[in-house]
């Protein structure tokens, strides 16, 4: 017999002895049976794709590029039936509806740097004060020449130092020239006529020499009251008030009331 005729029976008798469907089926179900069920399943999910059977089935070492190998021998229809099989009866997982994932939260601490505080703004210079220069000291009847001591009329006058200018006034709240000096030869009871040029006939006119404290002092649209020693007492102008003043009309007539 030649060595073709001696190696062809050969290799029929090893398929017929091992029978490869079998010893696939065989495998799978040790699987299944020794292996944990989470394991098991994963194991007969390969097997149902026939990747995993092969794997075991080929020796290692074995010479891939023999066509006639056990592992390609393997009926993968029928191993992958039983493994289906295998999957449906086996136990099935259940979670219960109640059941919770705990999760635990990581306890995050955020640690924010606070603004840094504004610079306080300098404080404002006081502003300046001006000084004001001292006022003039009111004149009071202690401040007459002892020519208008005893003069009644330069005393009331003294009185109203101060009360300001108003044109056609004739009250405290407000004199003109000629009202100052109507309503103060009122209070010692003399009634002289109202307006200036009225007063510069109302009473005898004199040289200034021998002026006297009380008498009038007329000048064109203007009247004072004579205070003794060159000083008047009068109602200038708009915008001043009564003033104890020097005498600075021209030429001035004096005229004596009585």
Aim: charged share 15%.
């Amino acid at each position: 017999m030649s060595d073709l005729q001696r190696h062809r029976p050969v290799t029929g008798r090893h398929r017929a002895a091992h029978r490869p469907a079998d010893r696939a089926a065989a495998t799978a179900q040790a699987l299944t049976t020794t292996l944990s069920s989470p394991v098991r399943r994963g194991v007969l999910a390969l097997a149902a794709s026939g990747a995993f059977l092969s794997t075991l089935a080929s020796p290692a070492g074995a010479d891939t590029g023999n066509t006639e190998s056990p592992a390609m021998a393997l009926d993968l229809d029928a191993l992958s039936a039983q493994a289906a099989e295998a999957l449906r009866s086996g136990p099935a997982v259940a979670v219960p509806s109640g059941a919770k994932l705990d999760v635990e939260a990581a306890s995050i601490t955020v640690a924010v740097t606070p603004a840094p505080e504004p610079e306080p703004e300098p404080e404002p210079e006081p502003a300046a004060v001006p000084t004001a220069s001292p006022a003039a000291p009111t004149p009071t009847a202690a401040d007459l020449p002892p020519s208008a001591a005893g003069s009644a009329v330069v005393e009331v006058a003294m009185r109203y130092l101060g009360v300001p200018y108003l044109w056609g006034g004739t009250t405290p709240s407000g004199f003109d020239c000629s009202g100052f000096t109507w309503y103060v030869f009122q209070q010692i009871g003399i009634d002289l006529p109202r307006t200036s040029s009225e007063q510069q006939y109302a009473g005898t006119p004199v040289p200034a020499s021998a002026a006297q404290p009380g008498d009038l002092i007329w000048s064109p649209g203007h009247i004072g009251i004579y205070a003794g020693d060159g000083m008047q007492i009068e109602a200038p102008s708009p915008g001043k008030s009564v003033r104890y003043t020097a005498i600075w009309q021209s030429s001035p007539t004096y005229i004596r009331i009585g």
